[in-house]
């Protein structure tokens, strides 16, 4: 496979991501479906689309479970509530842009892992993403707040959560496929949502548009965007695959206004910016 179609990929599979949130917010929006209710049901789908596939191959998929430490990792790995419940509060294209603040998590972790200050870039990163949010809350206005606590909080919270999910997992996936992880790690939160919400009582209401916009949800932006974007990743590598990456805020923020009229403003598009600098400043690997 050329350079080239690597790169597709990679952007098909952003732009896939992107869409999936815009779905959920019209679920919300327009067919007044509850957040926890989709998303167990959500995980617990592609969950089993992934490890049904493995087990079709012919994969131990409960292997990962043989040692207890790798048990523990990976029930570490269960927790995944807060994007789709940000979009909810807020909507796609802010809960996206917010959960692409994690680099700067991922990063100040390290930092402290290896006892230094962020420097440089990091630095210049840090500033961009806190503008960038700072913005989006506020519309520079500190007297003005128009995003809610609530949304602002909890989106954090899931950029917390991925840059979690993107150190934690690392020893795991020295020893299993990112299948087996993801597969499982979609199953288990599903799974202890469902402990809260009922998934055979679909909430909202549900027309022909709903149930095409919830398979989306479940097939295009999460078995296709991640089978997507491993393909393309061998090919261009992971940093690259990074920085095109960031295709995935821009695919939600011109659905939220074409499809679903959501209304950003000027502000808004700024501090979206921000960090979507953000997220290039660090991702390019030092010199």
């Not at 809610?148 to 020893?175: C, D, N, W």
């Amino acid at each position: 496979m050329s350079f080239k179609s690597g790169v597709i990929l990679i952007l098909l599979s952003a732009a896939a991501w992107g869409l999936g949130g815009v779905c959920g917010q019209f679920l919300y929006q327009f067919h007044s479906v509850t957040a926890p209710w989709l998303i167990a049901v959500r995980q617990v789908l592609a969950g089993f689309i992934f490890l049904g596939y493995l087990l079709l191959r012919g994969e131990n998929i409960f292997r990962i479970f043989a040692d207890a430490r790798d048990t523990k990792d990976q029930l570490a790995l269960g927790a995944q509530f807060g994007f789709y419940y940000t979009i909810s509060l807020c909507n796609a294209a802010t809960a996206t842009v917010l959960q692409y603040t994690s680099p700067v998590f991922v990063m100040l972790w390290m930092s402290f892992k290896s006892r230094r200050l962020p420097e440089g870039r990091e630095f210049l990163g840090i500033i961009f993403a806190l503008v960038g949010v700072f913005l989006m809350s506020t519309h520079g206005d500190i007297n003005n707040v128009v995003l809610s606590p609530e949304a602002l909080v909890i989106g954090l919270i899931s950029a917390v959560s991925l840059a979690f999910y993107t150190v934690q997992p690392m020893r795991l996936l020295q020893k299993f496929s990112t299948t087996l992880v993801v597969g499982w790690g979609q199953l288990l939160s599903g799974t202890l949502l469902c402990f809260f919400v009922n998934p055979f009582e679909p909430t909202g209401s549900w027309d022909t548009g709903a149930v095409i916009a919830f398979i989306y949800l479940v097939i295009g932006a999460t078995v296709l965007s991640y089978s997507l974007f491993l393909v393309g990743l061998k090919v261009v590598g992971s940093t690259k695959a990074s920085l095109i990456s960031c295709a995935e805020p821009l695919a939600s923020i011109i659905a939220v206004v074409l499809w679903l009229k959501t209304p950003l403003t000027a502000v808004d598009l700024i501090g979206m910016a921000c960090i979507i600098i953000t997220v290039i400043l660090l991702s390019i690997p030092k010199k």
